[in-house]
């Protein structure tokens, strides 16, 4: 993929992201909590495998 190309992708999905963030505040608040506290559990679930697999 061209360096052009790439640009135009990028610029795209900002502007979706901007586009959403600015027509839904909500929505878009609890997306981010929502994916925040996957990637926390996610965490202690790794967290815990090392813990048990250590002890």
């Not at 190309?5 to 909590?33: C, D, N, R």
């Amino acid at each position: 993929m061209s360096s052009g190309v790439k640009k135009i992708i990028v610029v795209g999905v900002v502007v979706l992201v901007l586009f959403f963030l600015i027509t839904q505040p909500t929505g878009s608040a609890e997306l981010v909590h929502r994916v925040l506290g996957w990637l926390r559990e996610g965490a202690e679930a790794i967290v815990t495998f090392f813990r048990t697999l250590f002890s």
